[in-house]
C-alpha cells in the first residue's frame, strides 16, 4: 500500500512540474490536431503458469511502427488514436518434452512428444514464439503538451495475423513454422498501458495484455487443447521514440524565432 501511495505522489509531482515548466514560447497557440510516428524497442515476459516451461526476457526491436492521431483539449490535457504494427511474444526453456509444437510433435494419449528420426529423439531446450500484431490504442495524456512533455495512459486492441514458432533442440536451432491468421493465438488481445512522454520525442511505456497469447480454445484433431492450461499473460517495457508531424514542428519553431525576436524576452 505504501509503494502505490509513493507512486502516486511522484506521478502527481511530476505532472505539476510539466504543467508549470511555462516559458515564453508556451504562451503562442499551436494547432490543437496533429499527428505523429515513430517506434519502440520492446523488452517483454510473460506470467506464464505452464509448469513445463521456465520463461525468459525477450528483446525485440522488429518490426515496431505506430501512427497517432492527437487531439489537445487545451495545454495540459488532450487524447491520442491511431493504429500500430508490432512484434510480440515470449521465450521460454522447456523442462521436458511434453510439449505442442505444430508440425514437430504429436500426441499420444494426451502426451506429446518429439517426432525423432531413426528413434533419435532430441531435447526442446528453447522455444521463442511471437506474432505481428496490428493494433488500434485510445489514451489520455495529461502534463506540459507544447513542450510535448506528458504522462499518458490507455488501452489498445491488437490482431494477431502472423505466428511464428522457433524451436533450438540440444541447443541447435533446426525447426520453425509460421502460419498467417493462425488459431493457435487469441484472435484479438486486450491491453492496457502507460508511460512517459520526454521532450523531442523518446518516451518509456509499460504495458500488460489482460488476454492469453496463446488461444487455450485451439483444438487438435483429436479434440485436445495443448494450450488449455497455459496462462501467458505478456507484459513489456518499451523504449521508444514520436516524430510530430512537420506542420506542428515549423510552427513550434516560428514562435521561438518570434519570442527571440521580442526584446522583453530573453530565450
Given at each position: 500500500m505504501?509503494?502505490?501511495?509513493n507512486i502516486a505522489?511522484?506521478l502527481?509531482?511530476?505532472?505539476?512540474?510539466?504543467?508549470?515548466?511555462q516559458?515564453p514560447s508556451?504562451?503562442?497557440?499551436?494547432?490543437?490536431?496533429y499527428?505523429?510516428?515513430?517506434?519502440e524497442?520492446i523488452?517483454?515476459?510473460?506470467?506464464?503458469?505452464?509448469?513445463?516451461?521456465?520463461?525468459?526476457?525477450?528483446?525485440?526491436m522488429w518490426y515496431?511502427?505506430q501512427?497517432?492521431?492527437?487531439?489537445d483539449?487545451?495545454?495540459?490535457?488532450g487524447?491520442?488514436t491511431?493504429?500500430?504494427?508490432?512484434?510480440?511474444g515470449?521465450?521460454?526453456?522447456?523442462?521436458?518434452?511434453n510439449?505442442?509444437v505444430?508440425?514437430?510433435?504429436?500426441?499420444?494419449?494426451?502426451?506429446?512428444?518429439?517426432?525423432?528420426?531413426?528413434?533419435?529423439?532430441?531435447?526442446?531446450?528453447?522455444?521463442?514464439?511471437?506474432?505481428y500484431?496490428i493494433?488500434?490504442?485510445?489514451?489520455?495524456?495529461?502534463g506540459?503538451?507544447?513542450?510535448?512533455?506528458?504522462?499518458?495512459?490507455?488501452?489498445?486492441?491488437?490482431?494477431?495475423?502472423?505466428?511464428?514458432?522457433?524451436?533450438?533442440?540440444?541447443?541447435r536451432?533446426?525447426?520453425k513454422?509460421?502460419?498467417?491468421?493462425?488459431?493457435?493465438?487469441?484472435?484479438?488481445?486486450?491491453?492496457?498501458?502507460?508511460?512517459?512522454q520526454f521532450?523531442?520525442?523518446a518516451?518509456v511505456?509499460?504495458?500488460?495484455?489482460f488476454?492469453?497469447?496463446?488461444?487455450?480454445e485451439?483444438?487438435l484433431?483429436s479434440?485436445e487443447?495443448p494450450?488449455?492450461?497455459?496462462?501467458?499473460?505478456?507484459m513489456?517495457v518499451?523504449?521508444g521514440?514520436?516524430?510530430?508531424?512537420a506542420?506542428?514542428?515549423?510552427?513550434?519553431?516560428?514562435?521561438?524565432?518570434s519570442m527571440?525576436?521580442?526584446?522583453?524576452?530573453?530565450?
Amino acid at each position: 500500500m505504501k509503494s502505490i501511495f509513493n507512486i502516486a505522489t511522484f506521478l502527481l509531482l511530476f505532472n505539476y512540474t510539466l504543467t508549470q515548466a511555462q516559458t515564453p514560447s508556451d504562451s503562442v497557440t499551436i494547432k490543437k490536431h496533429y499527428y505523429s510516428y515513430g517506434g519502440e524497442q520492446i523488452f517483454s515476459f510473460v506470467q506464464n503458469e505452464n509448469y513445463n516451461e521456465k520463461t525468459s526476457l525477450r528483446f525485440s526491436m522488429w518490426y515496431h511502427a505506430q501512427y497517432h492521431f492527437h487531439y489537445d483539449f487545451s495545454s495540459f490535457m488532450g487524447v491520442f488514436t491511431g493504429i500500430g504494427s508490432r512484434n510480440i511474444g515470449y521465450t521460454s526453456n522447456p523442462t521436458n518434452n511434453n510439449l505442442y509444437v505444430e508440425n514437430l510433435t504429436e500426441s499420444q494419449s494426451g502426451q506429446y512428444v518429439m517426432i525423432s528420426d531413426a528413434n533419435d529423439t532430441k531435447e526442446m531446450t528453447t522455444i521463442k514464439r511471437r506474432a505481428y500484431t496490428i493494433g488500434f490504442p485510445l489514451a489520455f495524456k495529461f502534463g506540459n503538451l507544447k513542450k510535448g512533455a506528458y504522462l499518458f495512459m490507455g488501452g489498445e486492441i491488437e490482431f494477431p495475423f502472423h505466428f511464428k514458432t522457433k524451436v533450438w533442440l540440444d541447443n541447435r536451432k533446426e525447426f520453425k513454422n509460421s502460419e498467417w491468421f493462425s488459431k493457435q493465438t487469441s484472435l484479438y488481445l486486450l491491453s492496457a498501458f502507460g508511460g512517459i512522454q520526454f521532450p523531442w520525442g523518446a518516451n518509456v511505456k509499460f504495458k500488460y495484455y489482460f488476454t492469453d497469447f496463446m488461444n487455450p480454445e485451439y483444438k487438435l484433431e483429436s479434440g485436445e487443447k495443448p494450450y488449455e492450461s497455459y496462462k501467458s499473460h505478456i507484459m513489456y517495457v518499451s523504449f521508444g521514440f514520436n516524430l510530430y508531424s512537420a506542420k506542428r514542428a515549423v510552427k513550434k519553431l516560428q514562435s521561438i524565432d518570434s519570442m527571440e525576436n521580442q526584446p522583453e524576452y530573453k530565450l
